[in-house]
């Protein structure tokens, strides 16, 4: 990642790696129901012990539709809101790379599509890659530019989507 190989970095080190360089957004959200969305959206900056950039966080705030919401706990949010909260704490170190573990599959139809526009948009306007794990080849047709298929942990396949969709070569793509 950006010319580093992470799997021979030592523990802490790879985990700074990773802190500065990659956001994760989780199928469950992964948030801290005694907390703000705002301090939910910051605590990883400060865990890192980095001081926090209010002008960025209030620009993510408000491009996920957040900034009204800042001073609500999770509980008080629908899973829509609570996933944009988990998108914003993931963005919250800038990183270059956004790793999002099947963050809609507990979404209804409609709320899955718009965290799949807005996932886009961050695509777009922010620069970040963003690496999509799914079981749901609707999500991947709709938003993806290139698929990889691992069937029991190997690489069985990959290419854009266009290619693995129409001519998939090895029986899991299939």
């Known amino acids: 990642i950006r010319g580093t190989d992470i799997s021979g970095l030592p523990d802490e080190k ?13 199928q469950n959200y992964n948030l801290l129901p005694i907390l703000t969305v ?5 605590l990883p900056i400060e865990i890192g012990g980095k001081d926090v950039d209010t002008v960025y966080v209030e620009e993510i705030m408000t491009a996920l539709g957040l900034d009204t ?8 949010l629908s899973g829509g809101q609570q996933q944009r909260v988990a998108i914003a704490r993931a963005l919250a170190n800038n990183p270059k790379i956004l790793l999002c573990d099947e963050a809609t ?15 886009q948009q961050i695509n777009r306007e922010y620069g970040i ?5 799914t079981h749901e080849m609707a999500v991947v047709q709709e938003i993806c530019s290139h698929v990889a298929i691992i069937d029991n942990g190997e690489l069985a ?9 129409t001519s998939p070569k090895t029986a899991a793509a299939k």
């Open 14 to 26: 790879a985990t700074v790696f990773r802190r500065e360089n990659i956001g994760f957004v989780f």
């Open 157 to 165: 396949e990959s290419g854009t989507v266009e290619e693995v969709f």
């Open 105 to 119: 599959s507990a979404l209804d139809p409609t709320t899955t599509k718009s965290i799949l526009q807005l996932l």
């Open 129 to 133: 890659t963003i690496v999509i794990i």
């Open 69 to 76: 919401l800042k001073d609500r706990i999770p509980s008080k």
């Open 38 to 42: 705002y301090e939910n959206i910051v």
